[in-house]
């Protein structure tokens, strides 16, 4: 198999993507995106990468139960996809992207899951 020659080694780089809006929040020392979602919605992250070879990607998360139990396809795959989120699964994740060539290049996205309470409140004749 022939090389192109302008095909050069490459150290990764990465960049997430998501539907929906996303905010830039400051924090003490540094800023973090954030991205806020209702409970019960489908969450899509996707993480694009660049490098050659081509960089194997990783999802982790912090915050909440340990690895959240995704789904092993997803773990891996570019896009993560979790349907009907629940606030549990809230904290950072982590797109990891290695190739052996340099460092590994991360970014994070921290994911707020919000839940929506429909109350009703019966207020009686009285008043009470």
């Known amino acids: 198999m022939k090389r192109d020659p302008y095909m050069h080694n490459s150290p990764p780089s990465v960049r ?7 905010c830039n929040v400051e924090e003490e020392r540094h800023t973090e995106r954030v991205y806020t979602i209702r409970e019960g919605e489908t969450l899509e992250l996707t993480c694009l990468v660049t490098g050659h070879p081509r960089p194997q ?3 982790t998360k912090t915050a909440g139960s340990v690895s959240d ?5 997803s773990v891996f795959n570019e896009t993560l996809h979790i349907a ?3 606030r ?3 904290g950072r994740y982590y797109c ?3 190739n052996g060539l340099g460092s590994p290049a991360i970014k994070s996205i921290r994911v707020d899951v919000y839940c929506e309470y429909h109350t009703r409140l019966n207020i009686g004749h009285d008043g009470t």
């Open 69 to 73: 139990r995704f789904q092993d396809s």
């Open 84 to 86: 009907k989120i629940q």
């Open 88 to 90: 549990t699964q809230g």
């Open 96 to 98: 990891k992207a290695e």
């Open 57 to 59: 990607i990783r999802w």
């Open 16 to 22: 997430i993507i998501h539907s929906g809006h996303a």
